[in-house]
C-alpha cells in the first residue's frame, strides 16, 4: 500500500513541474498569449540561413542590424507586433531581443537594419521598445561562449488595432496590452551560437 502510494505521488510531482516549466518563466510570449485564429501566420527571414542559423551582421557579434522580415497579411489586422526571445539565455526568463508594434495592417515586411529608435518613420506608426539590454530597439544574438546554439523564437502577432503605448515599454507591458487583441500569431526560429 506505502509502494502504491509513493509512486502516485511520484507521479504527481513530475506531472507538476512538466506544466510549470511549459507555462513557467522560460516560456516565450507566443506560447502565452493566446490568438483568436488556431491557425499559425507564416514568418520568413532571407537574413536566416541553413538550420535557421542568423547572418552574422544580424547579431551583436556583427552589424547588429534587425533582421528583415515577411509574413502573409491578415486581412482583418489594424497592426503587427514583433518580438524576439531566447529561452537558452543564462538568465532566469528568456532573453528580450526586439520588441516592436504598432507596424501597419497593411504591412506585410519589415526591411533589415530599422535604427534603434523609439518612433520609427518607416513604418510609419511603428514603436520599438525596450530589450533586455536595456536598450531600444533591436539587439542581436550574443550567446555567450560555452552555452552553445541558442534558439530564437521571432515571434509576430496579428493584432485587431494599433496599441496605446509609448516607446520604450518592456515585454511585460507589450503582452498584457497585446491581450485579447492577437487575432492570430506565428514564428520563426532561428539559430546562433558564440563564435
Not at 9 to 32: E, F, N
Not at 71 to 88: C, N, R, S, T
Not at 180 to 190: T, Y
Request: glycine share 12%; aromatic share 6%; with cysteine.
Amino acid at each position: 500500500m506505502r509502494l502504491a502510494f509513493a509512486v502516485v505521488i511520484l507521479a504527481l510531482i513530475a506531472g507538476c513541474g512538466r506544466a510549470a516549466t511549459h507555462a513557467g518563466p522560460r516560456a516565450v510570449t507566443v506560447d502565452v498569449i493566446a490568438a483568436r485564429s488556431a491557425e499559425p501566420l507564416k514568418v520568413t527571414s532571407s537574413a536566416l540561413g541553413a538550420g535557421g542559423a542568423f547572418s552574422p551582421r544580424n547579431t551583436a557579434y556583427g552589424e547588429n542590424r534587425s533582421l528583415p522580415l515577411s509574413w502573409a497579411p491578415v486581412a482583418a489586422a489594424g497592426a503587427y507586433a514583433v518580438v524576439i526571445e531566447d529561452p537558452d539565455a543564462p538568465s532566469p526568463a528568456p532573453f528580450v531581443h526586439w520588441v516592436i508594434w504598432n507596424i501597419p495592417g497593411s504591412a506585410n515586411a519589415l526591411p533589415e537594419g530599422l535604427p534603434n529608435v523609439g518612433g520609427l518613420a518607416s513604418p510609419k506608426g511603428a514603436v520599438q521598445g525596450s530589450n533586455g539590454a536595456g536598450e531600444l530597439g533591436y539587439h542581436g544574438p550574443q550567446p555567450p561562449a560555452g552555452t552553445g546554439l541558442h534558439h530564437y523564437h521571432i515571434q509576430l502577432f496579428a493584432l485587431d488595432g494599433p496599441l496605446p503605448l509609448q516607446a520604450g515599454a518592456d515585454l511585460g507591458v507589450l503582452r498584457q496590452a497585446m491581450k485579447d487583441h492577437v487575432l492570430a500569431k506565428g514564428e520563426l526560429i532561428g539559430t546562433c551560437a558564440a563564435p
